[in-house]
């Protein structure tokens, strides 16, 4: 049984758009994480959330933005999506911040036309 | 210099052979060393964790973690078509967030 969904599996958005994507668990984790992968690059930690903490890393663009309202789900938002930001978004959890174990969704590979 | 770095291949081997897969660091304050398996349009998976220096073994994987050269290896024995797929090495300090390779390729042909 699948522990981390990530909607939509395949999104397609206009440049300048908003587009969210979201992500749901059963582990019923702390950590919940987003990552952007592009083709054949490590996946980029944008920012997570321990608990309702948000926690942004410093390289992340204010054009993502996310929210957690309860333990169980997590969103992305992408303000105004740009052809930069077409790639594969990772939602992950974690029990702990230690993040030893991170469970990974299957992704949500977003298309800007 | 990235903090670390992985071979990004394209690597084929032959079924049945060993495939070994690296990746170098820099930054001599990890200390939590794993190994994820990516396939195609899916999310990486983890593989293996080990914690310091030393060996890890589970089935047909082993992980070693070299401190002293800043060195980590994953080793598959007797590979198989369904191995294929990218690896992607992680790391990270005590309570720090996970720092990815780029990931290897990695075909295994019948």
């Known amino acids: 049984d699948a522990m981390v969904i990530q909607n939509p599996r395949y999104q397609v958005t206009q440049f300048g758009k908003p587009v969210t994507l979201s992500c749901s668990q059963t582990?019923?984790?702390?950590?919940m994480y987003w990552y952007q992968q592009k083709s054949s690059q490590a996946p980029k930690l944008l920012f997570h959330?321990?608990?309702?903490?948000?926690?942004n890393e410093a390289d992340t663009p204010d054009n993502f933005q996310s929210r957690r309202p309860n333990t169980s789900f997590c969103f992305l938002d992408i303000r105004s999506p740009g052809l930069g930001d077409a790639a594969m978004y990772l939602c992950?959890?974690?029990?702990?911040?230690?993040?030893?174990?991170?469970?990974f969704g299957q992704g949500t590979r977003l298309t800007v036309v | 210099q990235k903090e670390v770095e992985q071979d990004p291949g394209p690597l084929s081997v032959p079924e049945g052979a060993i495939v070994s897969l690296n990746c170098t660091y820099s930054?001599?304050?990890?200390?939590?060393f794993m190994w994820y398996r990516q396939y195609s349009r899916k999310g990486p998976e983890l593989l293996m964790y080990?914690?310091?220096?030393g060996n890890k073994e589970d089935g047909r994987f082993t992980a070693q973690v070299d401190k002293s050269s800043k060195y980590i290896s994953l080793f598959i024995r007797d590979s198989q078509p369904s191995d294929s797929a990218t690896y992607l090495c992680?790391?990270?300090?005590?309570?720090?967030?996970?720092?990815f390779g780029s990931g290897t390729q990695l075909t295994v042909l019948p």
């Open positions: 992950a959890t974690s029990m702990g911040i230690m993040n030893t174990e991170a469970f």
């Open positions: 582990l019923n984790h702390n950590v």
């Open positions: 959330y321990y608990d309702k903490d948000f926690n």
């Open positions: 930054n001599s304050a990890f200390q939590y």
């Open positions: 080990t914690y310091s220096s």
């Open positions: 992680a790391m990270t300090p005590s309570a720090r967030q996970l720092t």
